[in-house]
T-cell receptor, first 115, second 114 residues
């Protein structure tokens, strides 16, 4: 069964460093998402992406964050200058369409630790 | 805006007992509701979803949920718990056309007692 994959599974970085989290969505999906979960808190929406542009973003997704689909398979989340509070599990998701009942399929997550 | 409240961050049930995980939602428009499960070291997997139509929704692994508009609830149940059901369960809502994001609850960790 097709699945969303994410790399790396864990990443440790120093505050102020740039990190890139990578995702390979399901191949025929057109909509892509990033969510994050700070330890002990809710899963929170960051951004959605369609047709090579951001379609929606949350207030969390400030200028330090960016997303890109550099080729036909990868979808990346970049944090330019990491802060301690960026430590979280980051989930990538994809869906085939945008319908209200459309299922978003999630990857296993990347656990980011900022020191 | 939509929101979801999951009552009980931890629930323990005996193997073979009824599983009941509670979810209440708030939405200004008819909601679309989802239950996801997360097994250790894995991603979020869809258990079931309510869009329109029948209010009792059946999902994978013997789980089902009933949408009750009058109670703004979407509780998840399973008649007989199995050890493999131990996981974290998330309720989520999606409420506005064109608003693509899922809004999640805080999750409920289910422990099965042998």
């Amino acid at each position: 069964e097709p699945e969303v994959t994410q790399t790396p599974s864990h990443q440790v970085t120093q505050m102020g460093q740039e990190v890139i989290l990578r995702c390979v969505p399901i191949s025929n999906h057109l909509y892509f998402y990033w969510y994050r979960q700070i330890l002990g808190q809710k899963v929170e929406f960051l951004v959605s992406f369609y047709n090579n542009e951001i379609s929606e973003k949350s207030e969390i997704f400030d200028d330090q964050f960016s997303v890109e689909r550099p080729d036909g398979s990868n979808f990346t989340l970049k944090i330019r200058s990491t802060k301690l509070e960026d430590s979280a599990m980051y989930f990538c998701a994809s869906s085939e369409g945008q319908g209200m009942g459309e299922t978003q399929y999630f990857g296993p997550g990347t656990r980011l630790l900022v020191l | 805006a939509q929101s979801v409240t999951q009552l009980g961050s931890h629930v323990s049930v005996s193997e073979g007992a009824l599983v009941l995980l509670r979810c209440n939602y708030s939405s200004s428009v008819p909601p679309y509701l989802f239950w996801y499960v997360q097994y250790p070291n894995q991603g979020l997997q869809l258990l079931l979803k309510y869009t329109t139509g029948a209010t009792l929704v059946k999902g994978i692994n013997g789980f089902e949920a009933e949408f009750k508009k009058s109670e703004t609830s979407f509780h998840l149940t399973k008649p007989s718990a199995h050890m493999s059901d131990a996981a974290e369960y998330f309720c989520a809502v999606r409420g506005n056309f064109g608003n693509e994001k899922l809004t999640f609850g805080t999750g409920t960790r289910l422990t099965i007692i042998p």
